[in-house]
């Protein structure tokens, strides 16, 4: 499985950019990377997900080097809104068991 | 839009009672998931099935057990609950591989 490894808290101030990077060094060729934010006493929603390069939504972006070893999620102008936890999950490709990392909580303040 | 809907959002049950944690979703999606969150632990993996009557043990399945008998149904059942079983639920789905998963809202479980 290709575990996981992300920061465990970042703090930032509304208006900024937001880069939280995920460490996956055993992705494997068809795993696609994908992102999902949760607030409190809610479930996990998806932000954006991607394979390689640059992917951008109107919500985020995401960027993976050429050797996918690691991806960054980028949030521009983060707001009060946006504290949450995030998560970025790899598959194995052909695997179903899909195990979470620990996750970046995010905290933005005035 | 996908929807993932478990029974009950919050639940209090004594210790030794059989708990049953029904999620239901409406986009024929093949796999369903039950996690458990604790604070600062992160999702677990409880089970996953990948198909009706298919089950496979997640990182936690102790104490749990899973039925899969339609396809929009997946149910996590605590045989005889425990204090320890106190947490949130979690129930998602998805298509095939690579596609997003969707969660439900939760079930906050309480064992007395």
């Known amino acids: 499985l290709a575990k996981t490894t992300q920061p465990i808290s970042m703090d930032s101030y509304e208006g900024q950019e937001v880069n939280i990077t995920c460490s996956h060094n055993n992705i494997a060729t068809n795993d696609y990377i994908t992102w999902y934010q949760q607030f409190p006493s809610q479930g996990p929603r998806f932000i954006i997900q991607?394979?390689?390069t640059k992917v951008t939504n109107e919500v985020a972006s995401l960027f993976i080097p050429a050797d996918r070893k690691s991806s960054t999620l980028s949030l521009p102008r983060v707001s009060l809104s946006d504290t949450a936890v995030y998560y970025c999950l790899v598959p194995n490709t052909g695997f179903q068991k899909l195990v979470f990392g620990t996750g970046t909580r995010l905290l933005v303040s005035p | 839009d996908v929807k993932v809907t478990q029974s009950s959002r919050y639940l209090v049950k004594r210790t030794g009672e059989k708990v049953f944690l029904e999620c239901v979703q409406d986009?024929?999606?093949?796999?369903m998931f039950w996690y458990r969150q604790d604070p600062g632990l992160g999702l677990r993996l409880i089970y996953f099935?990948?198909?009706?009557?298919?089950?496979e043990k997640g990182d936690i399945p102790e104490g749990y057990s899973v039925s899969r008998e339609k396809k929009e149904r997946f149910s996590l059942i605590l045989e005889s609950a425990s204090t320890n079983q106190t947490s949130m639920y979690l129930c998602?789905?998805?298509?095939?591989?690579?596609?997003?998963?969707?969660f439900g809202s939760g079930t906050q479980l309480s064992v007395l």
């Open positions: 991607g394979y390689k």
């Open positions: 099935s990948y198909d009706v009557k298919m089950k």
């Open positions: 998602a789905s998805r298509g095939r591989i690579n596609e997003k998963l969707f």
């Open positions: 986009m024929d999606h093949e796999n």
